[in-house]
């Protein structure tokens, strides 16, 4: 009998590698395991992380991702800034939502600030959906400004300029046009 793998990635690891990239590439740590969540976002050491969870979805790609990483543009920023994929890493991504998150909905794309182990701000899909990207950064520079202390911004402004936003998955398929 055919059995799935029920950890297996959702979408083509490879036609999703741009959007992964696009967020490390603005400094974030991919948090791959749930072990890894664990380990970055119980401790107990004072420092704000900002936890995005990363998704393929149209309000990720035009407004998250892009918000995310303008608002890392500003002069002062988490201590880190974590993401995990949702429907690529689903035990991180579980780990998040049950061991952090889970007084909030599941929600892919959204957004977290953690302290010790407590979430001081998310910002959750339904929030995003709507708003462009500067808005999302606008939401987020506010936030940073009222929790965070680290000085910012994430990279420097010459190497943000360089920066492509993911807009669709890397998939090279040609359409059949039969």
């Known amino acids: 009998m055919f059995q799935i793998n029920q950890n297996s990635p959702i979408y083509d690891p490879e036609s999703v590698q741009p959007m992964r990239d696009e967020l490390v590439y603005a400094g974030f740590e991919e948090l791959l ?11 107990l050491d004072d420092k704000v992380r900002l936890v ?15 918000g995310a990483t303008e608002a890392l543009q500003n002069k002062i920023i988490p201590d880190e ?5 949702a429907g690529q890493d689903k035990d991180a991504v579980a780990a998040a939502r049950n061991n952090y998150l889970g007084q909030f909905p599941p929600s892919s794309p959204c957004m977290a600030l953690i302290k010790n182990g407590e979430v001081q701000f998310f910002l959750p899909r339904h ?9 999302v950064a606008e939401i987020l520079t506010a936030v ?5 202390t680290n ?13 492509v936003h ?10 059949n046009k039969n």
């Open 33 to 43: 395991t749930a072990e890894s969540v664990d380990d970055k976002l119980s401790k």
């Open 52 to 66: 995005v969870i990363n998704s393929v979805c149209g309000c990720a790609a035009g407004s998250a991702r892009p």
């Open 81 to 85: 800034s974590l993401t995990v994929f």
């Open 127 to 135: 929030h995003i959906e709507g708003r462009s990207a500067d808005e």
């Open 144 to 148: 940073f400004e009222e929790h965070c």
């Open 151 to 163: 000085a910012g911004p994430s990279i420097s402004p010459e190497a943000y300029k360089e920066l």
């Open 166 to 175: 993911a807009k669709e998955c890397g998939s090279k398929i040609p359409l």
